[in-house]
DNA sequence: AGGAGTGGTAACGCATGGGTTTGCAGGGAG
DNA sequence: CTCCCTGCAAACCCATGCGTTACCACTCCT
């Protein structure tokens, strides 16, 4: 049985730093330290497996230049940038929800 | 620091199965076991975890009926239910990036 | 008596995702 | 000479999410 869309998706952007990797490709081409500056922290590693997987995903694209020092880019693909109306309508959806929920005066924080 | 609203979105329904159980709860009021049979690869066990995260992220309403033998009803909160136009803008993604991975002959399952 | 159907909980195991630390290459700057 | 900058990889650890199995309580049906 087939996947649903949905699911696919998500497991897409599920990954803890991706939506905002995603942000920050979103404005522009970016060096890799340029995004650790950004993003500080996150693991080297770490940065580096989640842009990894994007690219296997087929949204994100590398490309090395053989100079010293070296010098990466990571750029969205076409495909990359298709999800900017998506991530906007969750955005949307996430503001909303976050009104609601501290408009029920609960607080959804994960730390009992 | 806030966190994104797009981060907390994908929290919501990144469980394993919540994407499937919204699929079906937006098709009316299910029972415990109703639900469990639209997914029987779902152990019982998960499946109750699944929801009361959905329960306690104000997503999902659970209503006990003290009968014999126990009845218990899983619907869609007024939250839950706001959720759908943002669910089928996924869709439509997802389904556009299908079409997009095996236009481009990629292979993209995950078992190398 | 025994089985099925109801909606659970408790104990356990395991794969995986993320985090920490360390090392490497090769040239430029002090 | 030594340190810094660039982007990466390997070895290791740990928490968490999911799965497996077993058990419970209560009633009706056979």
Known sequence: MQ???VEITVELIEGKWKTELLRHLLGGTKRFNELRRLMPE???RVMTNQLR???RDGLVERTVYAEIPPKVEYRL???GRSLEPMLLE???WGEAYVR???AA???R???P
Chains 1, 2 share one sequence.
């Open 3 to 5: 996947k649903c869309p």
């Open 42 to 44: 996150v693991t080297q």
């Open 53 to 55: 997987e994007m690219e």
């Open 77 to 79: 693909t076409e495909l």
């Open 90 to 92: 969750m955005l949307r």
């Open 100 to 102: 609601a929920a501290e």
């Open 105 to 107: 005066g609960c607080d």
């Open 109 to 111: 924080s994960r730390n």
